[in-house]
């Protein structure tokens, strides 16, 4: 069984279009995390969620807005997409910051 | 604040050789330390890590890593590296707690090259 799932795997869109990307996590972890990672591998948390509550919100454009409808699921809604928001976009869960959970990471092209 | 360095963006090695990343970071408190794997594609996944006791720790596929707390290090290492051990590794601190839950900082990564 998967334990972080994201979908889709890959997401090729126009610039202004508004887009979202779904993360479930089946290990119980009560943090579920979004990640950026830009070309040259560099890793930006862009938000945590912790029991329904989000308790960061690094300098992310307010066009991303995260939505966590349950324990187990973190979506991620951008709104306006443009050419610097290609990225991979990485989903994590943990429990109370021990070891971080991955997904498979979700590519994103704006043209 | 807390912040974390890897010293190195690149490291070629041969294979069978022995390499050590190298893992500095900042914290005005105890820390929970970790080292990920990204294989080319993929997501990130744990090597290994630190949360307390002994300072040397072991992870999967041979690797190591040793908290050093006056040094403020925590260098992963591998005796005899293989080809399929190319991949990014990313080190990692967790500090704290903000709003019930530890938030991580990633260092910038190095990528480790192991050539034939």
């Known amino acids: 069984d998967t334990a972080v799932s994201q979908t889709p795997k890959y997401l090729v869109t126009q610039m202004g279009n508004d887009k979202s990307i779904k993360c479930e996590q089946n290990l119980g972890h009560d943090t579920m995390y979004w990640y950026k990672q830009d070309s040259k591998k560099f890793l930006k948390i862009m938000f945590s969620y912790n029991n329904k509550e989000l308790i960061i919100n690094e300098t992310v454009p307010n066009r991303f807005s995260p939505k966590s409808p349950d324990k187990a699921h973190l979506n991620l809604h951008i709104n306006s997409l443009e050419l610097g928001d290609s990225a991979v976009y990485f989903c994590?869960?943990?429990?109370?910051?021990?070891?971080?959970?991955f997904g498979p990471g979700t590519r994103l092209l704006v043209l | 604040a807390q912040s974390v360095t890897q010293l190195d963006s690149q490291v070629p090695v041969f294979e069978e050789a022995p390499v050590e990343l190298r893992c500095n970071y900042s914290s005005s408190v105890s820390v929970y330390l970790f080292w990920y794997v990204q294989y080319p594609n993929q997501g990130l996944q744990l090597l290994l890590k630190?949360?307390?006791?002994?300072?040397l720790v072991k992870g999967i596929n041979g690797f190591e890593a040793e908290f050093n707390k006056s040094q403020t290090s925590f260098h992963l290492r591998k005796p005899s590296v293989h080809i399929s051990d190319t991949a990014e590794y990313f080190c990692a601190v967790s500090d704290g707690r903000l709003g019930g839950s530890y938030i991580p900082t990633f260092g910038r990564g190095t990528s480790l090259i192991v050539h034939p």
């Open positions: 994590a869960s943990s429990h109370f910051g021990e070891t971080q959970y």
């Open positions: 630190y949360l307390s006791g002994s300072t």
